[in-house]
């Protein structure tokens, strides 16, 4: 699931709680997170992309990159792609990173906050009064929600998910359901696909989510479905992405997305739930 801080992980998601972890790239560009997304009162339901969630206090402190308040910043002399790909690669090598998102698709807002670890990652996502929370470790994804959000964005069949009712649930490879809550939990599958079109531009440098950042804009999609996004990313220091906005139009409406990056090199410490259901023994799972 997907593009954080959260509470006690072993209790079930009630609706919004703060979460602490990780984030993701929508389709085809940086945009943190893939995001599942049901829609409430509708019939039908929308994939967007990532997830994330996290699993300690976010500790205070400067942000990577930042400098002075009154630095004056001047544009990187790379090309813009250059520059693009060299943050992507410092976001690959990082340990871990905190992660928010606030979006809407078709007027109907949700958010994702999660922590993207090496090979772990854990991340809430919350539409109205449905919510699901999963825990991703090497081989294996715990999953916890509501039913229609089980069923929406980790593709559970519906009676399956009203199965599981308020416990954890676990996921293996082999398991439908495991790919489409797994994606985007870690660093590595976050910013695994990412790709921005051009023609690229860079944009003035601004403090975005505290910390003096350049802005590079581009496009991600194609024809009807094309989205405008910008990634901000930081002026000085380690050149890590601070902040991506996308917008622009699907068949399902207008999409807004704004994903915060922070806490870049944390690390992730989860604890495995105890007693969760294996996947297969839930009810009427078809051929998933």
Same mark, same amino acid.
């Given at each position: ?34 995001? =599942? ?9 929308? +994939? /967007? ?34 520059? +693009?790909?060299?943050? +992507?690669?410092?976001?690959? %090598? ?5 992660? $928010? ?24 996502? /919350? ?13 294996v994804t715990y999953v916890r929600g509501t039913p229609r959000a089980l069923h929406g964005f980790s593709k559970f069949p519906l009676v399956a998910a009203e199965d599981a009712g308020d416990q954890w649930v676990v ?15 870690? /660093?590595?599958? $976050? ?11 860079? +944009? ?61 090199? %944390? ?6 739930? =105890? ?14």
């Amino acid at each position: 699931m997907t593009i954080l801080p959260g509470a006690d992980q072993s209790a079930a998601p009630k609706g919004p709680r703060p979460p602490h972890s990780r984030p993701s790239l929508r389709r085809e560009h940086i945009a943190l997170t893939a995001v =599942a997304v049901l829609l409430l009162g509708g019939s039908g339901y929308l +994939l /967007v992309h990532h997830r994330g969630g996290s699993s300690s206090p976010a500790p205070t402190g400067v942000p990577v990159g930042a400098p002075p308040a009154t630095a004056t910043v001047a544009l990187p002399q790379l090309a813009p792609r250059l520059f +693009l790909a060299r943050s +992507l690669a410092a976001a690959r %090598r990082s340990t871990g990173f905190d992660y $928010s998102v606030r979006a809407s698709v078709g007027q109907i807002p949700f958010t994702v906050t999660g922590t993207a670890g090496r090979r772990e990652g854990v991340q809430l996502i /919350v539409l109205g009064n449905e919510s699901v929370v999963a825990e991703a470790f090497p081989g294996v994804t715990y999953v916890r929600g509501t039913p229609r959000a089980l069923h929406g964005f980790s593709k559970f069949p519906l009676v399956a998910a009203e199965d599981a009712g308020d416990q954890w649930v676990v996921l293996h490879p082999r398991d439908k359901p495991f790919k489409p809550t797994t994606d985007g939990d870690t /660093v590595r599958s $976050s910013f695994a696909h990412s790709q921005l079109r051009g023609p690229l531009q860079y +944009l003035t440098p601004a403090r975005h989510n505290g910390v003096m950042s350049v802005g590079i804009s581009g496009y991600s999609g194609h024809g009807a479905e094309r989205e405008q996004v910008v990634i901000w990313i930081a002026a000085q220091g380690t050149p890590l992405p601070t902040e991506i906005t996308d917008s622009g139009m699907t068949k399902q409406g207008e999409v807004t997305q704004d994903t915060l990056m922070q806490r870049w090199g %944390r690390s992730l410490n989860l604890h495995r739930p =105890a007693n969760a259901a294996p996947y297969r023994s839930l009810s009427d799972r078809g051929s998933a």
